[in-house]
């Protein structure tokens, strides 16, 4: 019982993830008329707004033969993402599996993936050609740190006022109209005012008073 209430507890957690299947190859520099097809790498677990995502590897492995490796070829990784395929390739001569770099995963607003990239570490992105020795390590799996995620930048314009008024005739910005004192805008009511004071403390005339 305590199992199943611990199981509903996270089901919403795991339900919020959203996976996707990362495949790799090797891909020579004068790739022949058919190229090795894509083997599953693992499921990467995508938990936004997280800034990195949760990699599960499968137990499987490419291997390149004696003259793929010597030729230098590229390292394919592949994400299937709505049926069509995100492709992102690497020197073997820049990987390197004693020092993995990171898996690079760029997103939509939406949270979808729109582009992949595999940095090498600082070790073998200082530029030449790796060894013998470290292309024949290549034949395994490269792996990589981390799965690292990038979201887009939201760019908010700056707070712009409403252009000025346009005098026609001249094409020139308008003079700002300056704004009424107290009397300019109240004259009128002023003025019925005072006359009605004025009236009210006038003298009747004589022919009022004579009929009262």
Known sequence: MLNLAAFLLVLPLILAETNYTLSHRFVPVSPSSSLKPF???GV?????????ATFYPVAES???SDDEVEGDGWYQLGL?????????STRISQIDTKSPGNLTLHLSSK???TALHLSPSSSSSSGGHSSSTSRNAARRDPGFQQVVLKYPKKITGPSLAPPPAVDP????????IEEKTFLQKYWMPLVGIGLFVVTQLLPEPPEAAAKK
């Open 169 to 176: 005739s001249s094409g020139k910005p308008a003079a700002p």
């Open 44 to 52: 990467i677990s995508i938990d936004p707004p997280s800034t990195t």
């Open 39 to 41: 083997t599953k790498r």
């Open 111 to 113: 949270h979808i993936p």
């Open 62 to 64: 490419v291997g390149l």
């Open 80 to 88: 299937e993402v709505d049926e069509e395929w995100i492709l992102s």
